[in-house]
């Protein structure tokens, strides 16, 4: 198993690789898991469904024992994935206060930190350009694809083992052939 990250790796159902694949990420990779879900009036207003946290952000917690609290972030740990929110912090067992880090799916994006406004530049150029269409064009009408065709269904495994038993009943059993050797004993 290579313990290196590959680009070229595309997807898998074993846990184990999807977390390898998570943790050996480099840092511009592991970027694009900090992004959050954006509230109803923020989706519109950005016209996209999530955002990366910074620094900044107010967020809402949706999931976990803090569930539906509100604060400012205060850090984000690229390299751990992981959110740190202003006051929210857990007790330890000496009766010290920690600051208790939080994966950002489990965030809402309520209010964003506008003071860099490159942040969003790269969303306006992500935006599709409308094309002008020319008054030529409008009178030609457009040829209409036809819907594709699904192919059949693949036959599931257990209809071919089926399958194979029936056609196996289905022809008789040879006879073995006889050795005609012969053993002689001393």
Known sequence: MKKDFSKAW???TKPNKQRKFRFNAPLHI???FLNAHLSKELRQKYSTRSLRVRTGDR???MRGQFKKTEGKVEEV???NSKIYIAKIEHTKRDGTKARYPIDPSNLLIVEVNTDDKKRFDKQKKAE???EKVSSQNKAEPRPVSKPAQKPASPVHKSEKIAEKTVKAAATPARPKPVDKTVKHSK
């Open 10 to 12: 595309n997807k898998s």
């Open 30 to 32: 592991k970027g694009s």
């Open 59 to 61: 967020v809402k917690i």
């Open 77 to 79: 740990d690229t390299k």
């Open 128 to 130: 599709p350009k409308t």
